[in-house]
């Protein structure tokens, strides 16, 4: 079964608005990543949060991690045309391993 | 660096056909895995290699299925016969580090195989 899920499944926006995607997994993490893929294209990591840390950014990404609630949040904000892509979590979970489980993805459309 | 090297980039092939998928990881990088995309089943882990030895193979759904990495520049992934419930988009990916803390993955553009 999938370890992370990620809400929602589809969104669509206007250039220069925000953008939130969250992502839910199931058991204890090492730390959690956030990819984005192109069309057609390969998956590019975008971030990585360790499971001691709360909040990490990165350019126009912020991430969120709540290990209480075992959810995370990935934040894009001032959006452009180009963040166009699908956006995916992937949990290193403690009982896989190091494994990295990906989720299902979100798939943000940003209108110009 | 080239980045992750995958070919082919589209493979369409008739049901029972062996196809041959290959990857270059990136120099230096010790781990490499081969993942499955599906809109069905998402990104599946297929298989990872640890300094060219595999170590988890769970994922490969059966035996029809085998991977190989004779050496530290070059992997393979077979499906020998072929269905047409394979097709699908096939990852290669390599990392430096693994297990506790796993690290980033560098990912290949991808195989997109179609099997009639």
């Known amino acids: 079964s999938q370890q992370g899920e990620e809400d929602p499944q589809a969104l669509s926006i206007q250039e220069g608005e925000n953008a939130t995607m969250n992502c839910s997994y199931k058991?204890?993490?090492?730390?959690l990543q956030w990819y984005r893929q192109n069309s057609g294209r390969g998956l590019v990591h975008l971030i990585l949060i360790r499971s001691n840390e709360r909040e990490k950014h990165s350019g126009r990404l912020r991430v969120t991690l709540d290990t209480s609630k075992k959810s995370s949040s990935l934040l894009i904000t001032a959006s452009r045309a180009a963040d166009t892509a699908s956006y995916f979590c992937?949990?290193?979970?403690?009982?896989?391993?190091?494994?990295?489980?990906f989720g299902q993805g979100t798939e943000l459309s940003v209108k110009p | 660096d080239a980045g992750v090297i995958q070919s082919p980039r589209h493979e369409v092939t008739e049901m029972g056909q062996e196809v041959t998928l290959r990857c270059k990881p990136i120099s230096g990088h010790d781990y490499l895995f081969w993942y499955r995309q599906t809109m069905m089943r998402g990104l599946e882990l297929l298989i990872y290699f640890n300094n060219n030895v595999p170590i988890d193979d769970s994922g490969m759904p059966e035996d029809r299925f085998s991977a190989k990495m004779p050496n530290a520049s070059f992997s393979t992934l077979k499906i020998q016969p072929s269905e047409p419930r394979d097709s699908a988009v096939y990852f290669c990916?390599?990392?430096?580090?693994?297990?506790?803390?796993?690290?980033?993955?560098?990912f290949g553009e991808g195989s997109r195989l179609t099997v009639l």
């Open positions: 992937a949990t290193d979970a403690r009982a896989q391993g190091g494994k990295l489980i």
């Open positions: 990916a390599s990392s430096f580090s693994f297990g506790v803390n796993t690290g980033e993955l560098f």
């Open positions: 058991t204890s993490i090492n730390n």
